[in-house]
């Protein structure tokens, strides 16, 4: 099965720009989506498709993708980004799906 | 406003089953594929399973499979999730999302606590 990582854990000054990677080989033919989770919190999406956001997203948040890689942009990050994200795409096969091993963004 | 509220979440031995549903409303629920991801305590989200709109195609996780069974009733507007000889693992907030045609999920529910413990 297909796999998607993530590093651990990046950290943001207030105001300034952070991104996201996400690395695996499904990423190749499928659009990432990203998932951010507060804590105690069910996750809500992000981002969607090429680089779509979904309605009360804040236009900070953005998306790009390059061969095997996957990547969400905060710029302006605020102290309400501070949270786990989470790529998933569909796997190889495109019956199943994989999310990536997280992400968790501290706002300094 | 799209809706999802799962339960039958609780305590059980391993080698038993549970039943989880999750109850949907706002929305044409016989229209959308559906899924079921988890978290383990601590742990980042696994997906685990997802169902066609109308029921016919069923996918899962390496993990679950051959234990776990998805299933929907259009009519009752429910999905449910059959988890049979469960295992430590398996402990994990159970969470249903709705498909949203390009394969993102939204929303999600508010989650279910399944713990395997003797």
Redesign the interface.
Same mark, same amino acid.
């Given at each position: 099965s297909s796999e998607l990582t993530q590093d651990p854990a990046v950290s943001v000054a207030l105001g300034q720009t952070v991104r996201i990677t996400c690395q695996g080989d499904s990423l190749r033919n499928y659009f990432a989506s990203w998932y951010q989770q507060k804590p105690g919190q069910a996750p809500t999406v992000v981002i969607y498709g090429r680089n779509n956001r979904p309605s009360g997203i804040p236009d900070r948040f953005s998306a790009s993708s390059s061969e095997d890689t996957a990547s969400l942009t905060i710029t302006g990050a605020q102290a309400e980004d501070e949270a786990d994200y989470y790529c998933n795409s569909r796997d190889i096969s495109g019956h199943l799906y994989v999310f990536g091993t997280g992400t968790t963004v501290t706002v300094l | 406003q799209v809706h999802l509220v799962e339960s039958g979440g609780g305590v059980v031995p391993p080698g038993t089953s549970l039943r989880l549903s999750c109850a949907v409303s706002g929305v044409n629920f016989g229209s959308h594929a559906m899924?079921w +991801?988890r978290q383990a305590p601590g742990k $980042?989200? =696994? @997906?685990v399973a +997802?169902i066609a709109f109308d029921g016919r195609d069923d /996918? /899962?996780? =390496?993990s679950v499979r051959d234990r776990f069974t998805i299933s929907r009733d259009n009519s009752e507007n429910t999905l449910y999730l059959q988890m049979n000889s469960l295992r430590g693992e398996d402990t994990a907030i159970y969470?249903c999302a709705r498909d949203?045609g390009?394969? @993102?999920?939204?929303? @999600? $529910?508010? $989650?279910t606590l399944v713990t395997v413990s003797a």
């Open positions: - | 899924h +991801v $980042g989200l =696994e @997906w +997802v /996918y /899962y996780a =390496e969470y949203r390009s394969s @993102w999920f939204d929303p @999600w $529910g508010q $989650g």
